[in-house]
C-alpha cells in the first residue's frame, strides 16, 4: 500500500535543537565535554537501542570547529583520541574507537510512522553538524523551505539575513524543473521510504537544494542525495 504525508518547514525547525558545546577546550580533537545523545533528545520518534551509547570527539583550531559522533556498545572502551586509529581519508582524519559501527544510524530506531523517517533525515545532519563551528559549519546554513524563494523575499519580517533569500524573482536560475510542492514529504511504497525536503542556503551563493534520502522499511540508515537545484544571486563567505 502506498502513502504519502506532507509536512511543514515549521514542523522540522522544531527539532532543529543545537546543542551548543564550549568554546574553549584542547587545540586538536579531544574528548566532547557534551553528550552527543543531547541531539537525539529533540526527536520523539527516535531512540537509541538498547545496549548502545553515542560518543563524541571535538576538534578545535582557533574559532573553527568539528566533531565525529560514534555508536557503539555502552560496555566498549572510549579512549583517548591518540590512542585510537585514524580515518586517513575523512576531513581531519578523525579518531575511530574500537567496536564503532560504521553507520550510526544502525543503533538507532523509531516508531516506524512517516515522521519518524523524516526525523531520521533530520537527525543524521544535525548530528553530523555536532559541535561545528565557523567555518566547520555547512549544513546549519540551511534553512529547511516549503514555499517559494519569491514568498520569503517579499516578507515583512525577515528575522535572521542570513537564513532568508534577498535574490528577486528573476533573479532565480532552476537548473531542474522547478517543483509544484516543495512541503517536505515521506512516501511510503512496498518497502521503501523516500524522504523528500528542500533546502535554503546563501552560503557562497544562495541556493535552492532537493534532499531525497531513501530506507528501507524499519532501518534508519539511508542512502542519500542532493542536487542544487535553483540557485539566485549574492551570498556569503564565513
Known amino acids: 500500500m502506498n502513502s504519502v504525508k506532507f509536512f511543514t518547514a515549521e514542523e522540522i525547525k522544531q527539532l532543529r535543537q543545537p546543542v551548543i558545546l564550549p568554546s574553549k577546550g584542547p587545540r586538536g580533537w579531544s ?17 537509541l537501542k538498547k545496549g548502545f551509547v553515542l560518543r563524541a570527539y571535538q ?15 555502552e560496555d566498549s572502551p572510549f579512549p583517548s583520541p591518540k590512542e585510537c586509529p585514524k580515518l ?11 567496536l564503532a559501527l560504521d553507520d550510526l544510524m544502525e543503533a538507532i530506531e523509531g516508531d516506524g510512522s512517516h515522521w519518524s523517517y523524516l526525523s ?4 543524521v545532519r544535525e548530528i553530523n553538524e555536532f ?3 565557523w567555518h566547520g559549519c555547512d549544513w546549519s546554513t540551511h534553512e529547511i523551505i516549503d514555499k517559494a524563494p519569491s514568498d520569503y523575499f517579499n516578507q515583512t519580517q525577515r528575522g535572521s539575513e542570513e537564513r ?9 536560475t532552476w537548473l531542474k524543473k522547478k517543483p509544484k510542492e516543495l512541503r517536505p514529504s515521506v512516501s511510503k511504497k512496498n518497502d521503501k521510504i523516500i524522504v ?16 531525497v534520502d531513501t530506507f528501507q522499511a524499519g532501518k534508519y540508515s539511508f542512502k542519500t ?8 544571486c549574492g551570498g556569503y563567505v564565513f
Open 31 to 47: 574528548k566532547s565535554q557534551v553528550e552527543p545523545v543531547e541531539v537525539l533528545k529533540a526527536f520523539s520518534a527516535l531512540r
Open 59 to 73: 576538534f578545535r583550531q582557533g574559532e573553527n570547529g568539528n566533531a565525529v559522533v560514534w555508536a557503539m556498545p
Open 88 to 98: 586517513k581519508d575523512a576531513f581531519l582524519e578523525p579518531p575511530r574507537p574500537p
Open 120 to 123: 531520521a533525515s533530520i537527525f
Open 131 to 133: 559541535g561545528a563551528g
Open 164 to 172: 532568508i533569500p534577498h535574490s528577486k524573482v528573476d533573479d532565480w
Open 196 to 211: 523528500t525536503f528542500y533546502s535554503f542556503s546563501g552560503l557562497s551563493t544562495e541556493a535552492i537544494y532537493r534532499h
Open 225 to 232: 542525495k542532493e542536487v542544487m537545484i535553483a540557485k539566485g
